[in-house]
């Protein structure tokens, strides 16, 4: 055979072969799906058996299939059908009353003491508000998933205020209006399943306060926060104070230190209404060693110039001129002083008595001053010192301030009236003896009368110049004697106003933080 036949001889077998094949997979598909008829009839009665017999089993509760999977609520979507359920039919005007107010939980903290100025009376704070409540018309079931009405899967959310009841708190005190400040109004609110609404805030309150200027620089502020409900009175609304650390975060002020911020609960009775409100104190003092340097310092310092102004020579033409200097300095810088002390009508601080004070003894040192030069300067035609004035000022005011005055010798003085009273006999002689006066005579008397003259214009000198040593030591002593009364009456005064000062702003500080102790 050739090759070709081989080749078709063994096509022909593999073809047969197939077909074999074909037709013994065909068999075993039939026999298959005979058996499997059977098999699924006898499952079908098995399973509509346990399907009749398992909802008698569970107490007739339709359940889910084990096998269907459980698919979880978008959180968007539950949230906005929770919000639609809320707020459908939602009375936003008052609040849900049974028969008993709502319970309105305030707690106030200080965040920031950002200024008081004391001529405008305003106080800036920025302060922390957390306020709750219940609402029963915010409540919702987180608990019973199976009652698909009012079953929610969110614990909270987050509402607008103006989208439901919220209390209407204003500050009394406010006056700028605190409700203009954006996050007042746009602060969110959350809202928990149990009808528990929690509305944190920060404010930045513009207030009035009345500042008590007296003890400036050491004085101490009290100036007070009351929140309460202008529409709603006790029979709707009631607060209540969360106490807390209300000075926990608050940042340091570099001008004055915070004591207390304590609250405190009552009532006001308005048209026939009684309205809760709480009230926070804030109670603060001055940190004075600024204003004790910019201030105060400076006049001690004017003073204790003008009290050396004293140990000028009195011949010296600049003693007078200093103390104009000092005064007019001390005028200047008391009008300086002026824009910073706070205007009060009502009381005059001890500061500006202070300053009063100095001007006054300023004036008072130039005119004694001009007294002193007036009495050191007296000419050779003054009289003599009274015998009380050289008691008082000589004797007495001298040893008491240890000025030296020099004691005249008796001997010395007795000698040069003796040669006075001798000289004038001498030429009173002449006249006297000689009745008949030759030319000789005449030129011996004319020589004395001469020398009489000479003698006596010396003694009138000497008396003169006597007499302008005794008021020369008369000025030396009472310019003393004003010195140190004025260095007794600067450091007394001063002493005095500012230790009155700092006492009156002790003595408030600790009557207020008494009465805050009572009422808590």
Known sequence: QSTWETSFVRFLVRTKKVVVLKKQVKLIRQDLA????????????????VVLTFPLTCGQTTTVSPTTPYVKPDPMKESLRLKTYLLDGYNTIEPDVDNRPVEVELRVELRQLINLDMKARQLTTLLWLFVSWNDAQLAWNTTDPHNEVDYFSVDRMILDPNKIWYPDLSVVEDISGAQDYPSYWYTKLYVHSSGRVEWNMPMRLDSACFPQTISFPFDAQVCNITFVSWQFDEKIMNLTIVKGNETANVMGNGAWDIRRFTPTADSLEFRNNNFAYIRYTLLIS??????????????????????????????SGDKMGLQMNVMLSVIVFQMVVADVVPRDGTTIPYLIWYYFVVLALLTESCILSVLVLMFNNRGPDADRPSPALRFIVLRVMACCLCVKVPKKDKDEKDKKSQKYAMTNGFTNGLQVEHVEQSEEIKVYKKSFGMVRDILNHLKSEEDSSAIQEEWRLVALTMDRFFMWVYFILVVGLTVFLLLMAYLDAEAVINAMETDLNSKQ
Do not use: C, D, W
């Open 286 to 315: 001055r940190y004075s060693i600024l204003q004790l340097f910019n201030i105060v310092l400076p006049a001690v310092l004017l003073n204790l110039l003008a009290f050396f102004g004293f140990f000028l020579p009195l011949e």
């Open 34 to 49: 005979k058996k499997m008829n059977k098999l699924l009839n006898k499952h079908t009665i098995l399973l509509l058996m």
